[in-house]
């Protein structure tokens, strides 16, 4: 289930960044930057719910810091387009790498499933 949980997160967070290349794109060329969030992002927050159930320590802060960049660089799509939300200021959401982040968690997942793998990790899945 762990291996699983993993690679639908990476899955969603890929298409995160795929999403907002093209509305950044369109963007660029004039078109407009929808308001809310895309369904891609929502999946993706679901795909952190099952990586949160399945351990360890490392692996959640992780997915939280790449979901959380995730999240930063869809308002600063949208700030940069015209459409921030009362209050907000680019300061606020800075520019960030879905993609780099993306990697960081592969290599941390792969870490632990290779000690899991090994009988390294004993703590059994959080529920």
Aim: aromatic share 8%; proline share 7%.
């Amino acid at each position: 289930m762990r291996r699983d949980a993993y690679a639908h997160f990476v899955a969603c967070l890929h298409r995160v960044e795929r999403v907002v290349g093209e509305t950044s794109n369109a963007a660029l060329q004039g078109g407009p930057v929808p308001n809310g969030w895309p369904e891609e992002m929502t999946q993706a927050g679901e795909a952190l719910s099952a990586v949160m159930l399945e351990g360890p320590d490392e692996i959640h802060e992780l997915a939280l810091e790449v979901f959380h960049l995730a999240q930063e660089w869809w308002y600063a799509l949208r700030y940069e387009h015209g459409d921030p939300s009362p209050g907000d200021t680019y300061h606020d959401y800075p520019s960030t790498d879905i993609g780099a982040a993306t990697e960081m968690f592969l290599q941390a997942a792969s870490r632990v499933l290779r000690a899991s793998d090994q009988g390294l990790l004993s703590a059994p899945p959080r529920t």
